[in-house]
């Protein structure tokens, strides 16, 4: 993600554009309609009133339709798809009304008293002025209708100035006025600028920083969901799809403790395939493993209480973990397993027990309050698992402690 410090000269313009509308919209219209009603109560007693009224609907059509216009265009973003065009239908408005106003002043020189076309003309320099600070945004839209304005009536004095007497000063006051404010409106044309590309560069940020975030936090998402499946293949057999070794030692010490605080009960069951490794000889190691994974279902619907945790111990040995089960619990549970075994006939022709798969248990019970270590407990299993062994195989051995 790169992040672009200054705006496009395109997107710069079409911003322009629209700011323009927004503001020009309702201002300007309205302080033209205001010189247009403030020039009919001016000119009532000198100008016959029906060219007044049809001057002034005139006016009064053209700024609707000006502002008809901007709407349109606003709503239809054309300042965006059709910029240049947009441009220069604004130019023209602009142009077109700044001509009225200067053809009514030069039109007033014939028809009122000197005194009121100085009204008149302050007049013009008010509308001028109330719309410089909402048209500047666009500098040339704003120049367009001064010039129109103004430039006419300066030069039509300057050119008539033995007609009246103050025609001189007027033109040069109108063009040193046109010189004003162009430099006034250039430097508040810069503004509008800079304010329109730190508005665009603050939204940018705050945006391009958004994306930042979601992406962060997506990532981070990814990370954990990573982490999770990593510490899953550190935690589980990949054969079997139970716990592996790492698991036991915390599963223990966590039953362990927590039997400790409640003053419950505990077993574990350490089960052994019997001549497992003959099976392997014989029938190869993906029967082997076949074997290993019914085996593992078999123990998983031997232990169906909440809480229960069965473990691929290691090889052919697997550890059952039975949190609140006491000695009968558990070596019902042996028992139960035994038989899940037995009646799944699994074939093994080379096994001095029986001609099926058979298992070996080690059952251990940790009475409420005993004190001991994960590792004692696997040993005793172990021990007892041993124990089941030497008493020929398919045997279950209990201990309690």
Request: with cysteine; glycine share 6%.
């Amino acid at each position: 993600m790169i992040y672009q410090r200054s705006i496009p000269a395109d997107e710069l313009f079409s911003a322009q554009l629209e700011m323009l509308m927004h503001s020009g919209r309702i201002a300007t219209i309205t302080a033209n309609m205001l010189g247009v009603l403030a020039t009919l109560v001016l000119f009532w007693q000198f100008v016959a009133v029906s060219w007044l009224l049809v001057w002034a609907c005139g006016m009064l059509i053209m700024l609707l339709a000006r502002s008809l216009f901007m709407s349109n265009a606003l709503m239809e973003r054309r300042y965006e798809e059709r910029p240049r065009r947009t441009y220069w239908q604004l130019l023209v408005g602009a142009a077109i009304t700044g001509a009225v106003w200067s053809s009514a002043y030069i039109a007033s020189t014939f028809l009122v008293p000197e005194p009121i076309q100085l009204v008149f003309l302050l007049l013009i320099f008010m509308v001028i002025t109330l719309s410089m600070g909402v048209t500047l945004a666009l500098r040339e839209y704003f120049i367009a209708h001064l010039f129109t304005s103004l430039w006419p009536i300066a030069w039509w004095c300057l050119a008539h100035y033995w007609t009246q007497g103050n025609n001189l000063l007027i033109g040069l006051f109108t063009l040193a006025v046109c010189a004003v404010l162009l430099v006034v409106s250039n430097r508040v044309y810069l503004s509008f600028r800079n304010m329109i590309a730190l508005n665009w560069e603050r939204e940018t940020m705050a945006r391009e920083l958004g994306d930042l975030t979601r992406s962060l936090r997506e990532r981070n998402r990814q990370l954990r969901d990573a982490r999770r499946q990593l510490t899953d293949l550190a935690n589980v057999d990949e054969l079997t799809g139970l716990g592996n070794r790492r698991v036991v030692n915390q599963v223990l010490r966590d039953e362990i403790n927590r039997a400790r605080r409640s003053g419950g009960e505990l077993s574990v069951i350490l089960l052994d395939v019997d001549y497992f490794k003959h099976y392997n000889d014989t029938y190869g190691h993906p029967a082997g493993d076949v074997v290993l994974q019914r085996l593992a279902d078999l123990m998983q619907r031997a232990t169906a209480r909440a809480g229960e945790v069965v473990t691929r111990y290691g090889g052919e040995e697997f550890l059952l973990i039975l949190p609140g089960a006491g000695e009968h619990s558990a070596q019902r549970t042996a028992e139960r397993l035994k038989e899940l075994v037995l009646a799944e006939c699994i074939h093994h022709g080379q096994s001095a027990v029986s001609p099926y798969i058979t298992v070996s248990q080690g059952v251990v019970a940790v009475r409420p309050g005993a004190s001991l270590e994960p590792a004692d407990l696997i040993k005793l299993a172990d021990q007892t698992l041993y124990q089941a062994k030497d008493a020929g195989r398919n045997a279950i051995a209990f201990a309690a402690v």
